[in-house]
């Protein structure tokens, strides 16, 4: 099955400073969705974004999608010490057996 | 309060005991899966069903067994759990429709087999 893989694995910022995390991932998708998950516990669902899409937003959020490309990044603009987690990407191609990536984990120091 | 429960949330158990980890959903979600995390390998899908009585495997299903006999719950099944089967699992559902939609996940059950 495809696989998303994060970039960076781990991203370390200042309260206020914006968060880039990209993904990329190998075969053709349906779509593309972000999670977060917070130490230990189970993900939630940031945003969907479809093949046909180019750029999503939801709040602090901003997804956008490269499909010639085979990537997506994840924007968190203005970030606070809550949005310390772990982020992951997954990608799905039509076989209802989603690839999660590695993750991404984000560290915003107050 | 729409969620997703798993039990139990942590077990300790020994090789080749059976057990089995309950999922239920009050969302009226056609399809629910399982995954397990593993540190570096991030989650990979055991089993998914896409309504009652219909399963099948995901990317690892060895060592695993699902039933889906309602549509609320889908209990995962170890058989005979090894060491190597020592994860965090978590339980996920979704609406159906044409394509793959948003995940709701369980807490977690973070499983340790001696």
């Known amino acids: 099955s495809q696989q998303g893989e994060e970039d960076p694995q781990a991203l370390s910022i200042q309260e206020g400073e914006n968060a880039t995390m990209n993904c990329s991932y190998k075969t053709s998708i349906n779509n593309l969705q972000w999670y977060r998950q917070n130490s230990g516990r189970g993900l939630v669902h940031l945003i969907l974004i479809r093949s046909n899409e180019r750029e999503k937003h939801s709040g602090r959020l901003r997804v956008t999608l490269d499909t010639s490309k085979k990537s997506s990044s994840l924007l968190i603009t203005a970030s606070r010490a809550a949005d310390t987690a772990s982020y992951f990407c997954?990608?799905?191609?039509?076989?209802?057996?989603?690839?999660f990536g590695r993750g991404t984990s984000l560290i915003v120091h107050p | 309060e729409a969620q997703v429960t798993q039990n139990p949330r942590y077990l300790i158990t020994v090789t080749g005991k059976k057990l089995t980890v309950t999922c239920s959903q009050n969302?009226?979600?056609?399809?629910m899966s399982w995954y397990r995390q593993d540190p570096g390998l991030g989650l990979r899908q055991i089993y998914y069903s896409m309504n009652v009585e219909v399963t099948d495997k995901g990317d690892v299903p060895e060592g695993y067994k699902v039933s889906r006999k309602e549509k609320r719950n889908f209990p995962l099944i170890l058989e005979s759990p090894s060491p190597n089967q020592t994860s965090l699992y978590f339980c996920?559902?979704?609406?159906?429709?044409?394509?793959?939609?948003?995940?709701?996940f369980g807490p977690g059950t973070r499983l340790t087999v001696l």
């Open positions: 996920a559902s979704s609406c159906s429709g044409d394509t793959w939609n948003e995940q709701f």
């Open positions: 969302m009226n979600h056609e399809y």
């Open positions: 997954a990608t799905e191609g039509g076989s209802y057996i989603p690839t």
